[in-house]
């Protein structure tokens, strides 16, 4: 079982955390696109020394690099060493000081032999120097962005906290980690949270040519390299020369050509010719040691532990993708990047937490992406230039540039035109051959269709809901807390935005998912960033009480039988069953008690009996099915990384969406229940999201990708995955496991759950974390069984208007953050048969028995 440690009163631990990150924060200082990284930070990386991810509940810096770089926080470049034969490198086997700096990049780079001046030395600080300061960030910069549109004025309402019990779950780190304990500090009043600088505006792509772009596509810093090896060695001084004037033609040659279209290098004569006597160069140079990267999460700045993986890798890196057992942590985890390339990474926790390292060989142009990646969860290393790492690019920065969030309007057509990297980037073919494209904002606005206009949402849904609709908009910022996110109501009979809670007093850390008990007197809520499920009146908002319950809880629903709360410990190992109301808790089901994995079970579902309750284990590939009568427990194998579950109303058969697997997995509960590809029914079964998706060349119809919620309609008649790659909801038949269609969704569509329509059948409400937007689906909008016709009956923007009530006022991000979602009154069966006088009467016989 997890070990639970008891702690203050409710607050006391975040008011001590405010102050420590006060401190932090007043170490590194803020950022711009030239900033200064703090001391021991280091988002450039040269051989041994290390980059740092600070990780933390920052929007858009979950992994915090101490530098802004295209508007991102996430991002660090590192430079692959290339050592002489005759070069010193200073020791690595304690920490790298200071006053090492210097002579280490002199060592690794060449600066050291010979007494040659310049050198490679000269070719890779100035390439360095070129990345952070001319290529990335220098030159004639971009306009500003345009500032978001103002946050309406809102009626603000007061609540009062409760106190509660307070309970810690925190699992020690294993491997490469080491565990730090926050010291207790003085209490501090939070410091509200500013909205964050607009990002630099994507510049015209050139009208012309390429002209002048030696110092764009990095060609002086190769140049410094070919210098520096032969002014170090005097038999490679033949070729350095040759390569000069190689350089030299193939700058000129580039000139003429578009910057939006990828160049097969080895289809210009001079590019053949370079390429060769550039592999012949480095023969001279050989690669050094690898670069270290280190994951700092300090409870400063992230309250609740973190558990970073890779996402992408070169093919070849090795412990890629840097899994331990342990699971999320507090402290420190270091690994090694080996091979030059694109190197991603995620929270497993919170995978839409992002980070990645560009490590760049000098003597290459632009900068490496690598020959061949690896995507975790897929077997097959795919080439760079391959459709899927052009997607996660893009979707990287959509994520981690706050500025390219979409932000729609009630009243007229926005321009969206996300901001991503105006820099050379070098990636490889099918065939191995190097491919450059000479600006990536330029290609990705050709190939992603940008700008595109997100259109006025002023049609709403022709026929009203039932009753209300909450979501947590998780991304809002307030002036009266530190941390992030709310959960906002909507009206679903006159589709208004009727309240936000922002809960200041406190300080809710971005609220994940909620549910209500049998009297819709709550509202429950948890703090995914932090380790409380918070209790709220949900007539008016106010905050009743706090219970700490274990490290990022995430989901919540209650048992349809007794109305007890279950709750899904994401970062560690159980499942808690509190009393109704969130009073207290009144067991601990460890979901993985015999593999020694932390298992980080997420979006739990609970059968319509209250009986039992699959949660998927993240860490272990599996669906875990809990009996809740004994409290024992059996494992299911499924997909890579799952992470949300669901179930059909009579609990024959539950679904995970496999995040990283890039499926959905059918598991049966009782007989053999799940329909198979080829008609046939099995105890479990698999969805393929790709089968008309090609990974390098891009899809050919309806498609998924790094799918999250999947709801299953009260009825059983269809169910909807949400995809947040693709940006799709698949509509899918439960009856035969078939994807039926495809429907649009926003930026980082993530959520969804069923509520009643007004005389029958139902809406899912969608939820995007990247927009500020919500989608209204019917699945069946002729009630005729037939799911072909399902269709987005209208759209929401969810920010509010000076109508809508609040108990803080809202500054930034409005509407934007969209996860989970809770409809009430509760219409899935088991709940709905429970729905309250008051609220039954709006729901017609079949909505209050949904199969019979």
């Given at each position: 079982m997890s070990e639970i440690a008891p702690r203050g009163p409710a607050g006391s631990g975040k008011r001590r955390r405010r102050l420590a990150a006060a401190t932090v924060m007043a170490a590194v200082g803020a950022t711009t696109m030239t900033a200064t990284p703090a001391a021991a930070q280091q988002p450039i990386g040269v051989g041994p020394l290390p980059i740092t991810f600070n990780m933390t509940d920052e929007n858009g810096s979950w992994f915090d690099s101490g530098l802004n770089l295209f508007g991102s926080s996430s991002l660090a470049v590192a430079v692959l060493p290339r050592l002489g034969t005759d070069i010193a490198v200073p020791s690595i086997g304690g920490p790298v000081l200071e006053s090492d700096i210097g002579g280490l990049v002199d060592g690794v780079t060449g600066g050291a032999a010979g007494g040659a001046t310049g050198g490679l030395t000269e070719g890779l600080t100035e390439g360095v120097g070129g990345i952070t300061g001319g290529l990335l960030g220098g030159g004639e910069e971009p306009a500003a962005a345009p500032a978001p549109a103002p946050t309406p004025t809102s009626t603000s309402t007061t609540e009062e906290p409760e106190e509660a019990a307070e309970v810690e779950d925190t699992p020690a780190p294993t491997s490469t980690s080491t565990t730090d304990e926050p010291e207790e500090a003085a209490e501090a009043e939070a410091t509200p949270t500013p909205a964050p600088a607009p990002a630099p505006a994507p510049a015209p792509a050139p009208s012309g040519g390429l002209l002048g772009l030696d110092d764009v596509l990095g060609l002086d810093q190769t140049l410094s390299a070919v210098k520096g090896i032969g002014a170090s060695n005097a038999e490679a001084g033949g070729l350095a020369l040759e390569a000069e004037s190689l350089i030299g033609e193939l700058n000129g040659v580039l000139a003429g050509l578009p910057a939006d279209a990828p160049v097969d290098l080895l289809s210009l004569?001079?590019?053949?010719?370079?390429?060769?006597?550039?592999?012949?160069?480095?023969?001279?140079?050989?690669?050094?040691?690898?670069?270290?990267v280190t994951f700092n999460v300090d409870p400063a700045r992230s309250e609740g532990i973190r558990n970073p993986i890779g996402l992408i890798a070169p093919e070849g890196a090795k412990e890629f993708p840097y899994m331990d057992a342990g699971g999320a942590f507090f402290g420190e985890?270091?690994?090694?990047?080996?091979?030059?390339?694109?190197?991603?990474?995620?929270?497993?926790?919170?995978?839409?937490?992002?980070?990645?390292?560009?490590?760049?060989?000098?003597?290459?142009?632009?900068?490496?992406?690598?020959?061949?990646?690896?995507?975790?969860?897929?077997?097959?290393?795919?080439?760079?230039?391959?459709?899927?790492?052009?997607?996660l690019v893009n979707a990287f920065f959509t994520i981690t540039n706050p500025n390219n969030w979409q932000v729609f309007s009630e009243t007229e057509d926005v321009a969206w035109n996300p901001f991503q990297p105006?820099?050379?980037?070098?990636?490889?073919?099918?065939?191995?051959?190097?491919?450059?494209?000479?600006n990536l904002d330029a290609y990705y606005d050709q190939k992603f269709d940008y700008p595109r206009t997100l259109p006025a949402l002023n049609k709403k849904p022709d026929v009203p809901g039932v009753g209300e609709v909450w979501i947590a908009t998780q991304m809002e910022d307030f002036a009266?807390?530190?941390?992030?996110?709310?959960?906002?109501?909507?009206?679903?009979?006159?589709?208004?935005?009727?309240?936000?809670?922002?809960?200041?007093?406190?300080?809710?850390?971005?609220?994940?998912?909620?549910?209500?008990?049998?009297?819709?007197?709550?509202?429950?809520?948890?703090?995914?960033?932090?380790?409380?499920?918070?209790?709220?009146?949900?007539?008016t908002g106010a905050t009743v009480r706090q219970i700490e319950v274990g490290p990022n809880p995430a989901h919540v629903m209650t048992r349809p039988?007794?109305?007890?709360?279950?709750?899904?410990?994401?970062?560690?190992?159980d499942i808690v069953e509190l009393a109704?109301?969130?009073?207290?808790?009144?067991?601990?089901?460890?979901?993985?008690?015999?593999?020694?994995?932390?298992?980080?079970?997420?979006?739990?579902?609970?059968?319509h009996d209250g009986k039992t309750v699959v949660a998927p284990n993240t860490m272990t590939n599996e669906a875990v099915i809990v009996d809740m009568e004994s409290g024992t427990v059996k494992h299911d194998s499924v997909g890579y990384f799952p992470i949300a579950t669901s179930m059909t109303p009579d609990s024959k058969k539950a679904y995970l969406s496999d995040f990283l697997g890039m499926s959905i997995s059918c598991v049966s509960l009782a007989e053999d229940a799940c329909a198979t590809p080829d008609g046939a029914v099995a105890h479990s079964s698999t969805i393929d999201l790709w089968q008309?998706?090609?990974?390098?060349?891009?899809?050919?119809?309806?498609?998924?990708?790094?799918?999250?919620?999947?709801?299953?309609?009260?009825?059983?008649?269809?169910?909807?995955?949400?995809?947040?790659?693709?940006?799709?909801?698949?509509?899918?038949?439960?009856?035969?496991?078939?994807?039926?269609?495809?429907?649009?969704?926003?930026?980082?569509?993530?959520?969804?759950?069923?509520?009643?329509?007004?005389?029958?059948?139902?809406?899912?409400?969608?939820?995007?974390?990247?927009?500020?937007?919500?989608?209204?689906?019917?699945?069946?909008?002729?009630?005729?069984?037939?799911?072909?016709?399902?269709?987005?009956?209208?759209?929401?923007?969810?920010?509010?208007?000076?109508?809508?009530?609040?108990?803080?006022?809202?500054?930034?991000?409005?509407?934007?953050?969209?996860?989970?979602?809770?409809?009430?009154?509760?219409?899935?069966?088991?709940?709905?048969?429970?729905?309250?006088?008051?609220?039954?009467?709006?729901?017609?016989?079949?909505q209050l028995n949904p199969i019979g």
């Open positions: 004569p001079v590019g053949v010719d370079l390429q060769g006597v550039l592999d012949s160069l480095a023969e001279f140079a050989v690669v050094g040691p690898p670069v270290s985890k270091t690994i090694q990047l080996t091979e030059p390339g694109l190197y991603a990474f995620t929270d497993s926790v919170a995978p839409y937490m992002l980070g990645a390292v560009v490590v760049d060989d000098p003597l290459t142009l632009g900068l490496d992406f690598g020959k061949t990646l690896l995507v975790n969860g897929k077997d097959t290393p795919v080439p760079s230039n391959a459709d899927i790492i052009q997607r105006p820099a050379p980037i070098l990636q490889y073919d099918e065939a191995g051959k190097p491919v450059l494209i000479p009266g807390k530190e941390k992030h996110g709310a959960i906002t109501k909507i009206n679903a009979e006159n589709w208004t935005i009727d309240r936000k809670i922002a809960a200041p007093g406190i300080d809710m850390n971005n609220p994940h998912n909620m549910w209500t008990d049998k009297e819709y007197k709550y509202l429950y809520a948890n703090e995914w960033f932090d380790n409380e499920t918070d209790v709220f009146d949900r007539e039988d007794t109305d007890q709360l279950v709750v899904g410990i994401n970062a560690g190992t109704p109301g969130g009073t207290e808790i009144t067991r601990r089901i460890n979901v993985d008690p015999e593999s020694g994995i932390t298992p980080h079970p997420h979006a739990h579902w609970t059968s008309n998706y090609n990974p390098l060349t891009g899809p050919t119809g309806p498609w998924g990708g790094l799918t999250i919620q999947l709801p299953v309609s009260p009825d059983g008649k269809a169910m909807l995955a949400a995809n947040t790659l693709s940006q799709t909801v698949s509509v899918i038949d439960p009856k035969t496991n078939k994807v039926v269609k495809d429907l649009p969704c926003n930026a980082g569509c993530h959520g969804g759950n069923f509520g009643a329509k007004k005389g029958g059948g139902y809406y899912a409400y969608i939820s995007n974390k990247f927009s500020n937007a919500s989608q209204i689906i019917d699945v069946d909008p002729n009630n005729d069984g037939d799911i072909s016709d399902a269709a987005v009956a209208g759209q929401l923007v969810l920010g509010g208007t000076a109508d809508t009530a609040t108990d803080d006022e809202l500054v930034a991000h409005a509407g934007v953050g969209g996860q989970g979602v809770v409809a009430i009154p509760l219409v899935y069966n088991g709940w709905s048969q429970e729905v309250p006088a008051g609220w039954r009467e709006k729901l017609t016989p079949a």
